[in-house]
Each structure stands twice: as C-alpha cells, then as structure tokens.
C-alpha cells in the first residue's frame, strides 16, 4: 500500500528575493569586471587582468546558479515528474568545481611570478581591488541569510566570500608594494589566499558530489531516522528506507513500514509524515505492511 506525501516547498526568504539577489550579484560583478580589464590595460597589470579573468568565472557561477534557482520553479511533467529540481544539486557541483579551477589558476599564476617577478603599480592595484571588496562583499552579504538553507545558494555565497578575502589579500599586497617595492608579497598572499578558498570549497564540493550521487543529505542520520520510526507507536518495524536528495532544499524517502494494526494506516500515516518533515523530508512514499507479511520486493541495500 502506497502512500505519497506531498508539501509545497517555500525558499527560506521567497523566490522573488533571491531571485533579486542574482541579479543585483550578476549586475554589480559585471561592471566590476569591466572597470577592473579596463584599469589592467590602462596600467599594463598581469595582476588585475588575470584577477578579472577570475571574477569574470564569479559572473558565470552566478548566473549558472541563478539558472538552476529557476529551474527549480518549473513543475513537474510527464517525463520529468520532479520537474528540474536536481539541476540545482548539478549545477552545485559544477560551483564547486570552478572554485577549483579558480584555485588552481591562482596557485599557478602565484608560482609562476615567484620565478618570474612582476612589477606591479601598487597604487592602481590597492584601489582598484578596494572596489573589489565592497563589490565582493555587498553580493557574498545578499546571499548571507540562505546559504545553509541551499547548497546552490551556499557555492554563489562562497565564490563571493572568495573573492572578497583576494581582493583583501590584493590590497594589503598593493599597499606594501607601493611603499616597499616588496613585489614578492603578491604571489606570497595569492598562495594564502588560495588555500583560504581551497579550505572552504572542500565541505561544497563533499556535499554537492554526494547529492549528485543520491547519497544521504547532510544532517540526517539514516539509522537514528529508523531508529526512532520502529519506536513509534503502532509501529513494529521498519525496512527498505532510502533518502535522498530531490534538490538543494528538499529530500525525500520511500520505506516499508511494518504495522501491528492495518485499520490504524491512517493515523500512523500522518504521524511518520509529521516527523519526517522535521528532518526536511518533504516527499515521503510509504509501503504498509501488517506483521507476518511476506515483503517481495528485491533488497537493493
């Protein structure tokens, strides 16, 4: 006996908001960009011209991020009963994969001007990357309050936390330079840098790959989840629970639960489904055995 549990799911602060804090993200990092180039060709800095490269790849996770936000919003249909709410588990993933990238291109670029020193117009570099922090930070803070809600929302939040504490490490790089001519700080900080990111980047990459592969969400322990089901009252025993991951915020479960007394379905029916929504599982589908029932469905476990 099958019994579908559905409840609509509502973004911690609404789509309209978030959906205005991609844009206002995409908008401000794209001007940026453009004055960042502009001010690199002006004064002939490698610095500045890679690190606009860097922030053009912040442009395209926003807008890749945004992308998978509203995919999310399209309903389901006959070939996609869930709609496309996975896509925002992927393009997660694919986040975390271009802070990567950018990591690695930071780590290169900083080794490459140990060997091959730079001279660099500390000054442009100081204010220009200033610019970078308030940029950075007025995106990284719009995307503040859902970042644990949404792993989607958590890799834009991270890619512009990222990029605020560059563009700190930038100035602090241009300052001493403009007054020490120390043009080694550059690479020095880039490297310190790179390894901040690297550090944050892991635990959105960790999650990301294990959703995508349906595994457990974070948070919910599946052998206290059966646990603490069998304890419930008309209940005898419970097998066959799988969770996984329909989106960046919502789960989901199916699971065979054995019952003492068939007439009481209903009410223990309503009783698992409040509990799992306490745990996020928001679509449940429940197969309800009597005691003694011979369960003839195959153990993929």
Same mark, same amino acid.
Not at 3 to 12: A, F, N, T, Y
Not at 156 to 168: Q, R
Not at 250 to 258: D, F, P, R, S
């Given at each position: 006996?099958?019994?579908?549990?559905?409840?609509?799911?509502?973004?911690?602060?609404?789509?309209?908001?978030?959906?205005?804090a991609f844009i206002i993200g995409i908008l401000l990092n794209t001007a940026f960009v453009t004055v960042e180039f502009g001010v690199?060709?002006?004064y002939n800095s490698m610095g500045l011209l890679s690190d606009a490269g860097h922030n053009l790849s912040d442009v395209a996770s926003l807008i890749l991020a945004m992308f998978g936000f509203r995919?999310?919003?399209?309903h389901g249909s006959q070939h996609y009963t869930y709609g496309f709410r996975k896509s925002t588990i992927l393009i997660s993933l694919a986040n975390s994969l271009l802070l990567l990238g950018a990591v690695g291109i930071i780590i290169y670029e900083s080794i490459m001007r140990l060997y091959t020193p730079v001279?660099?117009?500390g000054g442009a570099v100081a204010w220009t990357a200033g610019v970078g922090i308030v940029i950075n930070g007025i995106t990284a803070w719009l995307f503040l309050k859902d970042k644990d809600h949404d792993l989607n929302v958590k890799g %834009?939040? *991270?890619?512009?936390?990222?990029?605020?504490?560059?563009?700190?490490g930038v100035v602090i790089s241009g300052i001493l330079i403009y007054f020490t001519n120390w043009i080694w700080l550059d690479p020095v900080i880039g490297l310190c840098v790179a390894l901040m990111i690297l550090l944050s980047v892991w635990s959105l990459l960790r999650d990301s790959l294990r959703l995508a592969l349906d595994g457990v969400p974070d948070g919910i322990d599946l052998k206290e989840l059966e646990e603490n089901l069998r304890k419930m009252e008309g209940i005898c025993g419970v097998h066959h629970i799988h969770v996984w991951a329909i989106s960046t915020t919502?789960?989901?479960?199916?699971?065979?639960?054995?019952v003492e007394d068939i007439l009481r379905q209903h009410e223990i029916k309503e009783a698992v489904k409040e509990y799992l929504h306490?745990?996020?599982?928001?679509? %449940?589908? *429940?197969?309800?055995?009597?005691?003694?029932?011979h369960c003839c469905t195959p153990s993929v476990e």
């Open positions: 006996m099958e019994h579908h549990h559905h409840h609509h799911h509502h973004l911690p602060s609404g789509a309209d908001t978030l959906n205005r690199g060709i002006i995919l999310a919003q399209i001279n660099i117009e %834009a939040y *991270l890619h512009m936390a990222a990029d605020t504490l560059v563009s700190v919502e789960n989901a479960l199916t699971a065979h639960v054995v306490t745990h996020n599982i928001c679509h %449940a589908t *429940l197969e309800l055995e009597q005691k003694g029932e």
